[in-house]
């Protein structure tokens, strides 16, 4: 089982950025993944999580309208786009996966991915 989470790097406040996460070893529409965020000096936060079942996807208030998750089951892999991102965006990005409906809560998920920087700044 692998999840290798791309795409992070060096934004301007405004900006935009799109993350991808390549599942491998399973068959991702059986699972929900969810995408975490880890600021320094501060705990992992759930942002949005995406699922097959019939449980809604989320998103965590604060990316509400700027941040919208994705999944391509033939490509076994799960996006987020990111827009309007704004300094406090900054953190390494991990994307997780979960058998069954979607969670917000980081110890709900049982693997994760290396994780992504991304960096919010002109």
């Known amino acids: 089982v692998q999840l290798q989470a791309s795409g992070g790097g060096l934004v301007q406040p405004g900006g935009s950025l799109g993350l991808s996460c390549v599942a491998s070893?399973?068959?991702?529409?059986?699972?929900?993944i969810g995408w975490f965020r880890q600021a320094p000096g501060k705990e992992r936060e759930g942002l949005s999580c995406?699922?097959?079942?019939?449980?809604?996807?989320y998103y965590q208030d604060s990316v509400k309208g700027r941040f919208t998750i994705s999944r391509d089951n033939a490509k076994n892999t799960v996006y987020l786009q990111m827009t309007s991102l704004k300094p406090e965006d900054t953190a390494i990005y991990y994307c997780?996966?979960?058998?069954?409906?979607?969670?917000?809560?980081?110890?709900?998920?049982?693997?994760w991915g290396q994780g992504t920087l991304v960096t919010v700044s002109s």
């Open positions: 995406t699922a097959n079942s019939i449980s809604r996807s």
């Open positions: 997780a996966r979960r058998y069954g409906p979607c969670s917000e809560y980081a110890d709900d998920y049982s693997d």
């Open positions: 070893g399973f068959t991702l529409r059986n699972f929900a």
